[in-house]
């Protein structure tokens, strides 16, 4: 291609890269109001902060509960959870999207170099002729759309805040999986702690069967003591298979959060402290919520990019200007299209104007319309939800810490009226049905008293996740 197609067509790039001035149809977003707008404070508040100027900082809140394992298996979930992949690969397809919609802002450029030929037949005097011809063409075309009432722009817009909302669902999915590990830590913490207490109980029957035998054997008591007696260590060992079973489930979940093949991870360290760190945490106010919790920015991204399509399906109801150049040459030999006699070239302005589609315009305006207003309304339920939340994990936490004190006691009472129901019928006077039942009432009480440390753990890690993260009060 010659210096002289370069230079004048550049000329032509040049004319078609000039903006026209023009406006934007369709309505500016504006955020909605919403319960977290009007809420002055959390209702459970309680003796958590809600200064809202303590609440800047967003930190690694799994490593508040000061366990190196949780920490190790965070980071093994960030970097293998397949959720977290696949929620990645969504933010890149909304970033390839973006790119695509700004590239048509550009005037579409082309290079073309063709070779022709053909033969026509003609019948003059009586006499048929045939003639074959070449020719030979090279051209640059420019097309480009001028975006009079900002389609285009508003497609962008669309496209950015689609990006962003697929980035914010990707860290709801973070914290997520992030919360999920921490509570299957805790999970599996729980159960090993309920085995080491079967396994507790299981050796303790062993050791009553054998007094028992003994008192048998000297006529001290019945038969129907030993049976019982038997009946309860079979019963411990059943038992202690039913938590085996939850204990492996429980690490098997655990595994595929951390995306590796379930029963391949090693048994996991009995570290984990009995509770979490229960101070107040600071929450600060309900109005946060909005800029901190991913899915909330999600959901009102979401609406911000119907906002967007409105004014683009407004926009379809006015012109359309394209602006379409062509420059080059053609000629019937490949030498002659580098002269400057062979030179062709074409402009073309065309302006399209919808008269009559049948209503499909206002329809699809109609249609964008009702779509922003189902977004505004999942937009405030997903806000409302986002309080409930916070206000769940906050009263949860309190019943729970009163509801500890209670089985803590609860436990105190039943140790020791199965010591005293134990000592009792090793001296004969109490019937050996009663240690069963003292025994009995000693398991439950353990057991639930373990539960809810479990579920205190649980508690705090949804305290975190409502919140967004950790809001850590910067000293």
């Known amino acids: ?208 069967l054998q007094i028992i035998e003994r008192r048998y054997s000297r006529g001290l008591v019945g038969a129907l003591d030993v049976r019982l007696a038997r009946e309860n260590l079979e019963a411990s060992k059943a038992a202690e298979i039913v938590i085996e079973l939850a204990l492996a489930k429980a690490q098997n979940a655990l595994d595929v959060l951390v995306g590796r093949q379930p029963g391949t991870g090693k048994e996991l360290p009995q570290t984990l402290p009995e509770l979490p760190d229960l101070a107040a945490a600071p929450i600060g106010m309900p109005a946060l919520l909005l800029d901190r919790r991913p899915d909330v920015m999600a959901a009102e991204l979401a609406l911000e990019a119907s906002n967007e399509q409105i004014g683009v399906s407004i926009a379809q109801l006015y012109p359309d200007l394209t602006l379409t150049g062509r420059y080059g040459f053609t000629a019937d030999t490949f030498d002659d299209i580098f002269v400057d006699e062979t030179e062709v070239y074409s402009a073309v302005f065309r302006l399209i104007q919808p008269i009559f589609k049948g209503g499909q315009l206002r329809a699809r305006i109609d ?75 000693r398991r439950i009480a353990e057991n639930a008293l373990n539960n809810i440390k479990g579920e205190l753990w649980v508690g705090r890690v949804d305290l975190f996740l409502a919140l967004g993260g950790d809001w850590v009060v910067d000293s």
């Open 1 to 208: 291609m010659s210096n002289k197609l370069i230079s004048r067509a550049t000329y032509v790039v040049y004319i078609f890269f000039v903006m026209l001035s023009g406006c934007m149809v369709g309505p500016d977003y504006k955020r909605p109001q919403t319960i977290a707008d009007t809420a002055e404070r959390y209702v459970y508040a309680d003796n958590h902060l809600q200064d809202i100027n303590d609440s800047n900082n967003i930190g690694q809140w799994w490593e508040r509960f000061g366990d190196p394992t949780t920490t190790k298996l965070v980071q093994q979930a960030l970097t293998y959870n397949h959720d977290i992949q696949a929620a990645a690969a969504r933010a890149l397809q909304a970033q390839a999207l973006l790119a695509e919609i700004r590239g048509q802002q550009l005037p579409d450029v082309s290079y073309n170099f063709g070779r022709s030929r053909g033969k026509n037949s003609f019948k003059f005097s009586d006499t048929r002729f045939s003639i074959i011809t070449t020719t030979f063409s090279q051209d640059i075309s420019v097309n480009y759309i001028v975006d009079l009432f900002g389609k285009l722009k508003r497609q962008q817009r669309a496209a950015w805040a689609e990006l962003l909302a697929a980035e914010a669902s990707k860290r709801a999915i973070v914290n997520a999986v992030i919360s999920n590990v921490v509570k299957a830590r805790a999970d599996i913490a729980t159960i090993q702690r309920a085995l080491a207490i079967a396994n507790d109980n299981t050796t303790n029957w062993h050791k009553n």
């Open 367 to 441: 249609a964008t319309k009702a779509r922003y207003e189902e977004l505004a309304a999942v937009y405030a339920k997903t806000v409302l939800t986002a309080v409930r939340e916070v206000e769940d994990a906050l009263v949860r936490e309190q019943l729970l810490q009163q509801r500890l004190k209670a089985l803590q006691l609860r436990l105190d009472e039943a140790v020791a009226a199965e010591k005293l129901a134990r000592e009792r019928y090793l001296r004969g006077i109490e019937r050996l049905i009663i240690v069963l039942e003292t025994e009995r009432r």
